[in-house]
Each structure stands twice: as C-alpha cells, then as structure tokens.
C-alpha cells in the first residue's frame, strides 16, 4: 500500500459513492487505474465493504443509545451477542473488556421501544442505559 491508496481510501471514506474519475485527478491517474486499484485493495481485504448513512431522525429514530450489557455468564455472551446483533433497532454490537460484555448501539423510535428491547436482552444480563443527547 503506498501513499495513492492511501489518498484512494480517504476520499471513499468521506464519499463512498465517489467517481473513479474524480479520485483519479485528486491522485493524478485515470478512473480505470484507480478502479483497478480499488478492487486490489478489495481483494486484498481492506476495503472489506461500502455502507449507507441514514438521518435516522427524519425517518422518526429519536431515542438514540448506548447499551452496555454485563451478561450473566461468560458461555453465554457468545449467543447472546449473536442473538442481540440481528436486532432491527440494533446499529452496532461489540464485545469489551471491564465490567460490561456488550456495548450496544440502538436507536428507537419511541422510549416504549426502548423498555421492549431492554426487557427482551435483560433475560442475558443486566443492562445499563446511556441516552444519547446528540449523535452526528
């Protein structure tokens, strides 16, 4: 990896729809090099996919949080971590160290959301509730 994939990679992480063509005068070559480029990095496994960025307020989302959950025991975060990651409210779910096992980002379209996800993981642990007060 030299210094053009570096620049390729940072102008597709700002834009992920961004023309070969626009990326290639940025780095001084031509859209079919930096394609080619592009699916090397892809092949190669660090470009490993592209996402969408949704205003989830204009689609009615205004409960954003933070969820740590301390699970009750350790051969169960592995399932519970599994189940609570395919959850439609679910944005994220990683594994930490410390007290907590789960660290979950969700967002609701109502608090009573909220109450219903939190009694479906409470049976796996103990939750702990972080409201998030603005999120960019």
């Known amino acids: 990896m030299d210094d053009i994939d570096e620049k390729i990679i940072e102008m597709l992480r700002s834009n992920a729809r961004e ?3 626009t990326i290639g005068k940025s780095v001084d070559l031509s859209a079919p090099a930096v394609g080619k480029r592009v699916k090397q990095l892809e092949k190669r496994g660090i470009i490993l996919g592209y996402s969408l960025r949704l205003n989830h307020e204009k689609l009615g989302y205004t409960t ?3 969820i740590t959950l301390k699970v009750h025991q350790s051969s169960t975060i592995r399932t519970a ?3 609570i990651k395919g959850f439609k409210e679910v ?3 990683d594994q930490i160290t410390g007290d907590s096992s789960l660290c979950i980002l969700a967002f609701f379209k109502s608090n009573k ?3 219903s996800m939190l009694e479906r993981i409470s049976h796996y642990g103990v939750p702990n ?3 998030i007060l603005d999120y960019v």
């Open 129 to 131: 509730t972080s409201i």
């Open 113 to 115: 959301e909220l109450v």
């Open 19 to 21: 023309s070969f063509a």
């Open 81 to 83: 971590y599994n189940q």
């Open 64 to 66: 954003k949080v933070y």
């Open 91 to 93: 944005q994220r779910c």
